[in-house]
């Protein structure tokens, strides 16, 4: 049996190292890893609603000198999210720019019109950066000074994207193409059409409309769409339910000019005819129908015009053709902002809010206190069996059997204790949902109380598998001796740990008892809560009234070894279940962390025994915990992210030429998410403040060229500079772009800065390069 100034040394280095892990901030960017329990199912075989995307180039009177926006669109079907084009992270959204003509780069990349919402994503496990409903990006050009015909501007390129809902991801691309006119680009304010299917008319007509043409700014504009259909055809309304046999009405605006909207969303005259069939509700418009939408004139503006698309579907005694878009451009476009506009996404946004009250409002008179007061029992006792508590519950099963035989009132305190710990964390629970908004599972949204909790479980999970012997939380390390007895400190923690990992799992009845208690008052809560935790401890309190049950557990032996060595294996498999709610790019800073708790551990209990000298165990003690310091730190530096990360471009050979025959010093890092010197160059070389200093002061374009997923773009690069691996920094200097400056391997910031300086002081070159000239030259064969 250890010492107790051991267990203090040791418990000490347990704590040190999960303080250690607890410094880690989230830096959730690559999803490279596998998914070891199915928790983020990627079913991009299976098609998901595709986005809306409409690009433009503005002014499209623009002329040499001048500067335009190129702007891309995307409305973002319901229920669905896209990615931000952080480059660092796998699925983000990228541009690539194909082909240019007569327009420089004023812009590095691309701008979105809005932040995304960071947000915890259960399809990833991981927070996320995502844009739902929709998101305008865009990026400036300037028209060169030698264009003479703004007609010959063009620019050519693709989006590579992906649309996510709740179960699916599908990557998708769409290329563009944009010029300009050199003109102003009009078109009628009103118009009328009949759609066709394979030159076949549908039964509709419909009529587009802007009016009044001129007016005064305090006055309203109105776009009027009118839809008029063949008898017994139908058409449904902006608001029907898809899921009630009919596909809602969907109008949707990309570009305003000189017009504001007004009105929060579209209106409908008449009003849907609400039809009620055998199994489900349908919203319909017989006849005729206006969807209208008021918009306030900008002061100023000498144009208006709007352009959209309305996408219907008709039926015809229980027989519906597919939806069917059509789009509509009316008056002046040439200077019109890209808008994004859906009618589904504001009826949504209008009504949420409101059907959640009244959900609410009915739970409410269906249940009563009581009731919601048994479940919360029931559940907090299912709790036992649940997958996440059962490694701890088979310690405790070991601790019964240890019990047996001690007198009545130990066992009485033990129980009591351990009920207790349990009891602290339901009522610590309540106290976040009362007043942190914190509910059920919220604990393992934290990236720091994961790894906690993974280097707790793992420190138990070695101990039992015999690295170390100490008295941590409930344990019982020499059980099948008898040796050790647990304490009621012990017993406590371990009633505490227990219920701490059973808060990712909901049982049965927990999910709309929680739901509700969280929205009454804090005396209500508090109470669900307490019953909960009641129902948890509930077998331990049987055991503590009634001792003898515990005669019914099998009596002391090797089998106790045995099972002991097995909990020790599911713990383990407890530590993959934890580090999975993380995010990838942490798995290996916390197995570097765990590797370095293992080492001090296995020092300590196997580098001396019981009998050595006082000198020996302090030099392995105080060694241990010193290299377990510096294991966990190099870890924890591996993990964190630079908050002077460079702007980073994503690497593509067309914007390299672009840049290099712009003159402009280009910084390529070829890098890859399992490339750990990689990352070291970019924490402590490229993304540091002297770096950035030194990129915004002269201009300095970084690419960001990811190997991660093999890329035969950047593979051919990669031979171009006669290397074979990773990492490799490539600088272009403006004045000198045939010949770059290479810096390979592990490197110091001093060395990249002074390559920097080299560049930028490059003396001018007489001659000037092409872009095609460039093309040719330091680039792949393929290129």
Not at 183 to 203: H, I, Y
Not at 467 to 495: D, H, N, R, W, Y
Request: glycine share 6%; proline share 7%.
């Amino acid at each position: 049996m250890k010492t107790p100034r051991l267990t203090t040394i040791v418990s000490s280095l347990i704590i040190f190292a999960a303080l250690a892990c607890s410094a880690l901030d989230l830096a959730a960017q690559k999803n490279s890893l596998p998914d070891l329990f199915g928790q983020k199912e990627a079913a991009v075989t299976k098609p998901t609603k595709k986005a809306e995307i409409s690009v433009s180039l503005l002014p499209q009177d623009a002329k040499a000198g001048d500067t335009v926006t190129l702007s891309l669109t995307m409305i973002i079907p319901e229920g669905s999210y896209t990615y931000s084009t952080n480059p660092t992270f796998g699925g983000a959204t990228k541009f690539v720019i194909e082909e240019s003509k007569g327009l420089t780069p004023v812009d590095q990349h691309f701008n979105a019109d809005h932040p995304p919402k960071t947000v915890f994503e259960p399809l990833f496990g991981k927070e996320i950066d995502k844009y739902t409903k929709h998101v305008i990006w865009s990026r400036r050009f300037k028209v060169k000074a030698d264009v003479k015909n703004p007609a010959d501007v063009l620019i050519k390129g693709q989006m590579l994207y992906q649309v996510c809902d709740a179960k699916n991801c599908v990557p998708s691309q769409y290329a563009f193409t944009a010029t300009l006119s050199g003109k102003q680009v009009s078109a009628p304010l009103s118009f009328k059409t009949t759609p066709e299917r394979r030159s076949v008319p549908d039964p509709v007509e419909l009529t587009f409309d802007l009016a009044p043409a001129k007016t005064d700014p305090e006055k309203m504009v109105t776009l009027t769409i009118t839809m008029t259909l063949d008898k017994e055809f139908h058409t449904f309304a902006l608001d029907q339910d898809k899921k009630n046999a009919g596909l809602p009405t969907h109008i949707e605006i990309f570009k305003l000019e000189g017009l504001k909207p007004v009105s929060k969303r579209f209106s409908s005259n008449p009003t849907p005819k609400v039809e009620t069939h055998d199994e489900y509700t349908q919203r319909t418009h017989y006849d005729k129908v206006v969807w209208s939408r008021e918009f306030e004139r900008i002061p100023g503006a000498s144009e208006i015009g709007v352009e959209g698309k309305l996408t219907y579907q008709i039926c015809n005694k229980g027989s519906c053709r597919r939806p069917w878009p059509v789009e509509f451009k009316l008056g002046n476009l040439t200077n019109a902002t890209p808008v994004a506009l859906s009618s589904i996404a504001e009826l949504k946004a209008t009504d949420d809010t409101d059907d959640d009250a009244i959900i609410i409002v009915s739970d409410d008179k269906n249940q009563t206190l009581s009731s919601y007061l048994f479940f919360a029992f029931l559940g907090g006792l299912i709790l036992n069996v649940m997958p996440c508590v059962l490694p701890v519950v088979a310690i405790k099963v070991m601790s019964f059997v240890q019990q047996a035989g001690e007198s009545r009132m130990r066992i009485f305190l033990l129980n009591i204790f351990y009920s207790l710990g349990v009891l602290t964390v339901f009522l610590s629970l309540a106290s976040l949902a009362v007043f942190a908004g914190l509910g059920w599972g919220g604990l393992f949204q934290s990236t720091k109380f994961n790894i906690v909790m993974a280097c707790i479980v793992y420190a138990m999970g070695l101990s039992m598998l015999g690295v170390f012997e100490i008295p941590v939380p409930g344990m019982v390390g020499s059980a099948a001796g008898g040796q050790q007895k647990e304490g009621l400190t012990g017993a406590f923690l371990t009633g505490i740990l227990a219920t701490l990992l059973a808060t990712p799992c909901s049982g049965p009845f927990l999910g709309p008892v929680l739901a509700w208690s969280v929205q009454q008052t804090p005396n209500i809560t508090y109470l669900v809560w307490l019953v909960m935790g009641l129902g948890m401890a509930s077998p331990y309190l049987v055991f503590s009234v009634f001792p003898k049950a515990i005669a019914w557990l099998p009596k002391p032996g090797m089998w106790m070894v045995r099972f002991k060595e097995f909990s020790g294996i599911v713990l383990m498999g407890a530590v993959i279940f934890i580090i999975s709610f993380l995010d990838e790019s942490l798995t290996i800073p916390v197995l570097i962390m765990l590797l370095g708790i293992t080492t001090g551990l296995w020092m300590i209990g196997s580098l001396y025994s019981h009998n050595s000298p006082f000198r020996q165990k302090t030099i392995v003690r105080v060694s241990a915990l010193a290299l377990t310091a510096g294991i966990c730190f190099f870890g924890y530096n591996m993990s964190q992210k630079s908050t002077n990360d460079l702007p980073w471009v994503p690497f593509s050979t067309q914007e390299l030429n672009q840049l290099r025959a712009d003159h402009r010093t280009v910084l390529i890092d070829f890098s890859a998410e399992w490339c750990l010197t990689c990352k070291t160059n970019e924490k402590f070389a490229l993304n540091t403040p002297e770096t950035l200093e030194m990129i915004k002061k002269h201009n300095v374009v970084p690419m960001y060229a990811d190997y991660t997923d093999y890329s035969p773009e950047i593979k051919e690069w990669l031979e171009t500079f006669k290397s074979v691996s990773i990492p490799l920094t490539v600088i272009f200097p403006a004045n000198n772009p045939k010949k770059p400056i290479i810096i390979r391997d592990l490197y110091t910031q001093d060395t990249l800065l002074e390559a920097l300086k080299q560049a930028v002081e490059e003396p001018p070159k007489p001659a000037k390069t092409s872009k095609k000239e460039m093309a040719s030259t330091l680039a792949p064969a393929s290129n």
